[in-house]
């Protein structure tokens, strides 16, 4: 396969910290770490640029312990620090596969990571190198999705693909209406109207500012990142454009 058969050339996959917990109650399942490097390689090896944001719920959830006595900013920060362990983690895991990476992160540490220099990042993809972006965007008040819109607008990603433990997005809760209806497509407008939990507000906003189509799909599915790169229909598509 050529790249000019690719749909998609350079991607920014969004994992949740969720993810990366696997069926751990907290965490890191190193078995979840293995399949996700091995996932990557596999679209890297299309020659397509990958770029990652991770969350870092699995550790510490930043808006669930402000509720609890930590003040919203601290308990932010503690949550974009857990954002790095899972970086660190995912990057030895693709590293013992062979697949050059870098973390980059938006709160300085340059004993564990780079500082975010978007040119630099660039530079890394075009090199076939993935980037891990971990640190949120460094501000309290926003969250990993919003990170990943930000970043797959200044790197100008073809697409954001987040990855979940569902298919696609439902009209409801599938878990608990089981003749909930599969959207194949969605408009930006329509997503923020009806209120869908795809992603929060300001990053659907950014990515239709921005044109990035949005592709909310099962990671845990094998190979499914290799098909949505490739053209097929997985999941939902949330843009301008329709699956053809």
């Known amino acids: 396969m050529t790249s000019d058969s690719l ?66 900013v601290t308990a932010d920060y503690m ?57 949120g965007t460094g501000n309290p ?15 100008k990603a073809d697409a954001l693909l987040k990855a979940t433990k569902v298919d696609g997005v439902y009209e409801a809760d599938p878990a608990f209406h089981k003749d909930a209806a599969k959207f194949e497509t969605l408009d930006y407008l329509e997503v923020l109207n009806r209120g869908l939990k795809v992603m929060d507000s300001t990053a659907v906003s950014l990515c239709m500012e921005n044109h990035i189509p949005i592709i909310i799909f099962n990671i845990s599915q094998a190979g499914n990142l290799q098909k949505i790169v490739t053209g097929h229909k997985v999941g939902t598509l949330v843009g301008r454009e329709k699956y053809e």
Do not use: C, W
């Open 141 to 155: 008040y926003f969250t990993t999705d919003t990170a990943a819109a930000l970043r797959a607008a200044e790197i």
């Open 7 to 72: 749909r998609f050339k350079r991607i920014l996959l969004k994992l949740s910290g969720e993810a990366l917990k696997g069926s751990l109650p907290s965490g890191i399942d190193t078995q979840v770490l293995a399949y996700l490097a091995a996932e990557i390689d596999a679209v890297r090896s299309l020659g397509v640029e990958v770029a990652v944001v991770v969350g870092g719920g699995n550790i510490f959830r930043g808006r669930s312990a402000g509720e609890k006595g930590i003040s919203r």
């Open 79 to 135: 949550g974009m620090l857990a954002t790095v362990i899972n970086a660190l983690a995912l990057q030895d895991f693709l590293e013992e596969r062979g697949i050059p990476t870098r973390v980059q992160t938006a709160i300085e540490m340059r004993e564990v990571a780079e500082p975010y220099i978007r040119r630099r990042a660039i530079r890394h993809l075009e090199k076939g190198r993935v980037v891990i972006f971990a640190g």
